[in-house]
Each structure stands twice: as C-alpha cells, then as structure tokens.
C-alpha cells in the first residue's frame, strides 16, 4: 500500500515519533555505506543519472526527461534504465508503450518509455547490457543514485528547494535515503528547483556544479482560465501542482490529493467522472497521472506537462558536453 510522507519529516524539529524511530534510521545509515561499497560495473557507453536523497516530488523525473530530449535533439540514442515504481506488474525488461499499461510498468517508466527506449527492472546492470545491445550509446538512469551497480559518469542530484531535506533524518525517522555527506563524494552537480529557502546552496561545495531552476507548467495552462477546475494529483507532493495553477489566477474549485504512484481504482474513476460533469468546470491533473488514466478520460481531463525552466540555460547543455563531448 502506497501512503502519504507524515508530516513529521517537513519539521524543522524534532518530533516525538520521530525520535521514537532514530535507531532504526541508523540501520538504514548502516546498510546505505554498507551497499556503496559494493563495486561499480564500468560499461562501454556513458551513464548519467538523476537521483536524489530525499523521497518524492524532487523534480527528478523532469529532469529526466528534459536532458533525454536534449540528447536526442544531439543526434544521440539513449535509453533509460529506471526500476519502475508504482506498477503491478512484475515485468522486467524493455517497455513496449503501445502494449504495456502504466497501471502495470510504472507511470514514470511509461512517461520515460515514450519519449525514449525504456528498460525496467531491479537488475539494472542486465538491464543496461540489453540496451547497449539493442544500440544505445549512453545510459540514463531514473533514480539508481543509491544503487552502486553501474558505475555512473554524471551523477545529479535533485532537490525541492522549498522543502529541502525535511527534518534532515533518514528513514524511517525523516524523508531522507542517505545523508547529504554520504552522497557528496559521489556528486557530479546539484539541481536546486524552486527558491532555496532551507540555505541548501550552503551545503553544497562550492566546487559542485550547481543549477537553479523552476519547473513550468505547459501552455495547456492558458486555456483554462476563466473555467472552474477541479484538480486532483497522486504525487510526491501534489500541493506543489495545487500552487501551480493558483499562481496562474485559476479558479480552484476543489483539490483531490492521492499518494504517490497511485492507481485509481474503479470507484476514484467513477467518482472522477461524475466530477467533470459539473457545468462549467475542467478537470485538470498532472501528466503523471493522466497516463494512468483509462483512454476515454482524455476528452474531459486536461494534462498539464511541466519542464525546467533555468536561470542561466547554458549550464545544462555544458553538463551534456561534458557527459557525452562531442
């Protein structure tokens, strides 16, 4: 079962919950320094990844995105190696998007995979075999920061500039997969989305290639105004798209909030529907969530994409030179 991050993590102090889960937040301390020890299998192409620290809503998966398209406007083939949370399937391998649902593989994978060749799986190394098989000439990896198996040759790392690093304990006592500290030494650069309000630029070295940018909503936005909207999301942090669209002055009836990766079941659809229904309003969610979404909801549901937008828009195409110089 899929829940909802407590609200303990975002506190700026101490809880008692939370304190109450400290010694099992240092096994997961333990265990982290304990895997990244394992060796790192050097491949014949390039990996770039874009992971975080922290779980859920990072901006991680559009950033994804927007450097594949970046590579691929390049005139280069890469394939993406993701795990695939959030499906039932157990499906491993190569995702076929005109066969395979987002229900079962994943809607991140199926967002990836229909932007570029796709591989999902828990064996990312079998994985990334099959890709430069199939003819990749690079790999990046969704997520995989924690995971030492391949060794990467651009490592990102994805922050939520207004909610930072939470509590700053690892879990299951706060938000965090590894501490800051543990994942510097294998950093390559850090993308802060959003404004900094926790000071995290202080954190970082000064030597680390650090980006800021905001993640924009699409045009599809401008077409509702003047409508009422009914918005609903099942994301890392679906009040960051609630704010999304006030801050475009829309009219927000009603926001529905799911949990992360979550599929709508039979009765959420027909409650859905019976929604969109109502005179005058649009209902209006993230493009994450639309792909779970039966085919026949694509007349009365608008999506609303998101993508970087950056303050200086140099820098990520000279991380790309970097990773695959020409």
């Given at each position: 079962?899929?829940?909802?991050?407590?609200?303990?993590?975002?506190?700026?102090?101490?809880?008692?919950?939370?304190?109450?889960?400290?010694?099992?937040?240092?096994?997961?301390?333990?265990?982290?320094?304990?895997?990244?020890?394992?060796?790192?299998?050097?491949?014949?192409?390039?990996?770039?990844?874009?992971?975080?620290?922290?779980?859920?809503?990072?901006?991680?998966?559009?950033?994804?995105?927007?450097?594949?398209?970046?590579?691929?406007?390049?005139?280069?083939?890469?394939?993406?190696?993701?795990?695939?949370?959030?499906?039932?399937?157990?499906?491993?391998?190569?995702?076929?998007?005109?066969?395979?649902?987002?229900?079962?593989?994943?809607?991140?994978?199926?967002?990836?995979?229909?932007?570029?060749?796709?591989?999902?799986?828990?064996?990312?190394?079998?994985?990334?075999?099959?890709?430069?098989?199939?003819?990749?000439?690079?790999l990046v990896m969704d997520?995989?920061?924690?995971?030492?198996?391949?060794?990467?040759?651009?490592?990102?790392?994805?922050?939520?500039?207004?909610?930072?690093?939470?509590?700053?304990?690892?879990?299951?006592?706060?938000?965090?997969?590894?501490?800051?500290?543990?994942?510097?030494?294998?950093?390559?650069?850090?993308?802060?989305?959003?404004?900094?309000?926790?000071?995290?630029?202080?954190?970082?070295?000064?030597?680390?290639?650090?980006?800021?940018?905001?993640?924009?909503?699409?045009?599809?936005?401008?077409?509702?105004?003047?409508?009422?909207?009914?918005?609903?999301?099942?994301?890392?942090?679906?009040?960051?798209?609630?704010?999304?669209?006030?801050?475009?002055?829309?009219?927000?009836?009603?926001?529905?909030?799911?949990?992360?990766?979550?599929?709508?079941?039979?009765?959420?659809?027909?409650?859905?529907?019976?929604?969109?229904?109502?005179?005058?309003?649009?209902?209006?969610?993230?493009?994450?969530?639309?792909?779970?979404?039966?085919?026949?909801?694509q007349d009365f549901v608008?999506?609303?994409?998101?993508?970087?937008?950056?303050?200086?828009?140099?820098?990520?195409?000279?991380?790309?030179?970097?990773?695959?110089?020409?």
């Open positions: 079962m899929k829940r909802i991050a407590p609200s303990f993590w975002q506190s700026g102090t101490s809880s008692v919950v939370s304190d109450l889960l400290l010694p099992v937040s240092k096994v997961t301390g333990y265990l982290n320094r304990h895997r990244q020890k394992k060796p790192s299998a050097k491949l014949p192409v390039p990996v770039l990844c874009c992971g975080n620290i922290s779980v859920g809503g990072t901006g991680k998966t559009p950033l994804t995105l927007y450097l594949l398209q970046k590579l691929i406007q390049r005139g280069h083939n890469p394939h993406v190696i993701t795990r695939g949370y959030g499906g039932l399937s157990k499906k491993t391998g190569r995702i076929q998007p005109t066969h395979d649902k987002a229900t079962d593989v994943g809607d991140e994978a199926m967002l990836l995979a229909r932007l570029a060749p796709t591989w999902r799986g828990s064996d990312r190394y079998t994985n990334a075999q099959h890709a430069i098989e199939a003819g990749a000439d690079c997520d995989g920061l924690q995971d030492p198996s391949l060794h990467k040759d651009l490592s990102i790392l994805t922050i939520d500039g207004p909610v930072g690093f939470g509590n700053q304990r690892l879990l299951p006592a706060g938000p965090l997969r590894e501490t800051l500290a543990d994942a510097l030494p294998r950093l390559d650069a850090a993308v802060i989305f959003g404004q900094d309000r926790h000071n995290i630029t202080q954190q970082l070295p000064e030597t680390l290639p650090l980006l800021h940018g905001r993640l924009m909503p699409s045009c599809a936005i401008h077409q509702l105004s003047g409508r009422n909207i009914i918005a609903f999301a099942g994301i890392g942090r679906p009040q960051k798209f609630f704010n999304m669209l006030r801050e475009a002055n829309l009219t927000i009836l009603r926001t529905l909030t799911f949990p992360n990766h979550h599929i709508y079941s039979e009765q959420e659809l027909q409650h859905l529907a019976q929604l969109a229904h109502t005179p005058n309003t649009v209902l209006v969610t993230t493009e994450k969530d639309s792909v779970k979404l039966p085919s026949l909801f608008t999506t609303i994409k998101i993508e970087p937008s950056w303050r200086n828009p140099s820098l990520p195409e000279e991380l790309l030179d970097r990773f695959m110089p020409c």
